[in-house]
């Protein structure tokens, strides 16, 4: 991107993305646990482009006093999505009644690969569609003329971690750290949580999920409205402080109100990814696509802090325990909506 620019980053990413989806398809016909991970490597690479090269480019267009509420009603379509995939996708997907480990056993050889496969076959056409779709917005994109905002710096020779010497955009990698770890950690072990704590079924349990993504989905498109009358850093700070409360409820209630309070968090947690983002790179000039690099490095938390969550509850015997985990995440956020984000140097490079 420093050398080419952001729309080639995003072209870059949504091309990824659309040959991972295509993937599936001989994924799906070799059967093989090792190409569908493949597959997902190629889309989660283009995701990452993407969104990398996605979000300082909103930000940049238009308005720095209304970036954070720019970037938030973008991402207000990935919370639709999140409530509309899982439910669309789940009805082409998801067979009614699958057949377990004792019937697949029961089954001769080539009756047992004939069921394997048309289960697996499955995913082609939705994939096949998605890839369709990211190829026409591809398209589209290359022949919209948008501009594409380049940086005046030497050569692009500087480091990425260079960026780090901005504090708040080193507050901001931190903080979406433990963001992404929170999020992670609340919607991956929802349905779980339901039937420990709230002792429903599994079945009801999804119902219950499927109200989280549209809380979700509804806290993005509310925070976007009320920053209009609320500064971003503010805002964050009072939906952290909600999620912090519904975080404490959740470890020392019981029932379904402890249900209640996860899905309350989903809807508080919403504006975070973005509104972190968006005050990290804000007015680091020829440092944002670095910056932006690096806070979509810190996703990682997604990936090692969940494990800590039920590492907790296992030794406690309780997973409401284990909630302990998103509550400091919050925590995090929360220092950095009322300290971390403040910042006083100013970009020397100037964007064109």
């Given at each position: 991107m420093k050398r080419y620019g952001y729309k080639t980053g995003i072209l870059i990413g949504l091309s990824l993305f659309a040959a991972g989806c295509f993937l599936f398809v001989p994924a799906a016909n070799t059967m093989q646990y090792a190409f569908f991970l493949g597959a997902l490597f190629i889309v989660a690479c283009g995701l990452t482009i993407l969104e990398t090269a996605a979000n300082p480019y909103a930000t940049l267009l238009g308005s720095p006093e209304t970036s954070t509420q720019r970037l938030n009603f973008a991402q207000s379509f990935n919370g639709l999505a999140a409530f509309l995939a899982p439910v669309i996708g789940g009805k082409i997907i998801l067979a009614d009644s699958p057949l377990d480990d004792t019937a697949l056993k029961a089954m001769s050889e080539q009756a047992r690969n004939t069921y394997l496969l048309s289960e697996t076959s499955t995913v082609k056409l939705p994939y096949i569609i998605l890839g369709l779709v990211i190829l026409i917005v591809a398209i589209?994109?290359?022949?919209?003329?948008?501009?594409?905002?380049?940086?005046?710096?030497?050569?692009?020779?500087?480091?990425?971690?260079?960026?780090?010497?901005?504090?708040?955009?080193?507050?901001?990698?931190?903080?979406?750290?433990?963001?992404?770890?929170?999020?992670?950690?609340?919607?991956?072990?929802?349905?779980?949580?339901?039937?420990?704590a709230a002792g429903i079924s599994e079945k009801d349990a999804s119902w219950y999920s499927g109200a989280a993504g549209l809380a979700f989905m509804m806290g993005r498109f509310a925070g976007t409205a009320i920053m209009k009358y609320v500064q971003p850093p503010k805002l964050l700070a009072i939906y952290a402080v909600a999620c912090i409360v519904l975080s404490l409820v959740t470890i020392l209630g019981s029932g379904i109100i402890t249900l209640y309070a996860v899905i309350g968090i989903a809807f508080f947690m919403s504006i975070m990814f973005p509104t972190i983002f968006a005050l990290g790179v804000k007015d680091i000039g020829a440092d944002t696509k670095s910056g932006s690099s690096l806070i979509i490095m810190s996703i990682v938390g997604g990936a090692i802090l969940p494990p800590l969550l039920g590492y907790i509850s296992d030794k406690t015997g309780s997973i409401q325990y284990g909630y302990v985990v998103p509550l400091i995440c919050f925590a995090v956020v929360l220092l950095f909506a009322w300290k971390g984000h403040q910042h006083t140097e100013t970009a020397t490079e100037v964007l064109h």
């Amino acid at each position: 991107m420093k050398r080419y620019g952001y729309k080639t980053g995003i072209l870059i990413g949504l091309s990824l993305f659309a040959a991972g989806c295509f993937l599936f398809v001989p994924a799906a016909n070799t059967m093989q646990y090792a190409f569908f991970l493949g597959a997902l490597f190629i889309v989660a690479c283009g995701l990452t482009i993407l969104e990398t090269a996605a979000n300082p480019y909103a930000t940049l267009l238009g308005s720095p006093e209304t970036s954070t509420q720019r970037l938030n009603f973008a991402q207000s379509f990935n919370g639709l999505a999140a409530f509309l995939a899982p439910v669309i996708g789940g009805k082409i997907i998801l067979a009614d009644s699958p057949l377990d480990d004792t019937a697949l056993k029961a089954m001769s050889e080539q009756a047992r690969n004939t069921y394997l496969l048309s289960e697996t076959s499955t995913v082609k056409l939705p994939y096949i569609i998605l890839g369709l779709v990211i190829l026409i917005v591809a398209i589209i994109f290359f022949f919209t003329k948008l501009p594409d905002i380049t940086d005046k710096e030497e050569g692009g020779k500087r480091s990425v971690f260079a960026a780090l010497k901005h504090k708040h955009l080193s507050w901001a990698v931190v903080a979406q750290f433990f963001y992404v770890g929170a999020q992670v950690c609340v919607t991956s072990f929802l349905v779980l949580f339901a039937t420990k704590a709230a002792g429903i079924s599994e079945k009801d349990a999804s119902w219950y999920s499927g109200a989280a993504g549209l809380a979700f989905m509804m806290g993005r498109f509310a925070g976007t409205a009320i920053m209009k009358y609320v500064q971003p850093p503010k805002l964050l700070a009072i939906y952290a402080v909600a999620c912090i409360v519904l975080s404490l409820v959740t470890i020392l209630g019981s029932g379904i109100i402890t249900l209640y309070a996860v899905i309350g968090i989903a809807f508080f947690m919403s504006i975070m990814f973005p509104t972190i983002f968006a005050l990290g790179v804000k007015d680091i000039g020829a440092d944002t696509k670095s910056g932006s690099s690096l806070i979509i490095m810190s996703i990682v938390g997604g990936a090692i802090l969940p494990p800590l969550l039920g590492y907790i509850s296992d030794k406690t015997g309780s997973i409401q325990y284990g909630y302990v985990v998103p509550l400091i995440c919050f925590a995090v956020v929360l220092l950095f909506a009322w300290k971390g984000h403040q910042h006083t140097e100013t970009a020397t490079e100037v964007l064109h």
